[in-house]
């Protein structure tokens, strides 16, 4: 996992503490990260994914 091109999204995109599910996908699919990622991320960083679908984040 690249943590420092998830993070500089999550900067880039202004997320600190929470996403949302749609921001999560967003942000995949403009960085090349895998929705798996970003909830390892997520999960090891204290951010909540908010309206989750968690068979998505697979």
Request: net charge neutral; aromatic share 8%; glycine share 6%.
């Amino acid at each position: 996992m690249d943590t420092d091109k998830i993070a500089q999204a999550f900067q880039n995109t202004g997320i600190e503490t929470r996403v949302t599910c749609e921001e999560t996908f967003s942000i995949a699919a403009r960085y090349g990260i895998t929705k798996k990622e970003i909830r390892e991320y997520c999960e090891a960083n204290g951010i909540r994914i908010q309206g989750s679908q968690n068979s998505c984040f697979r």
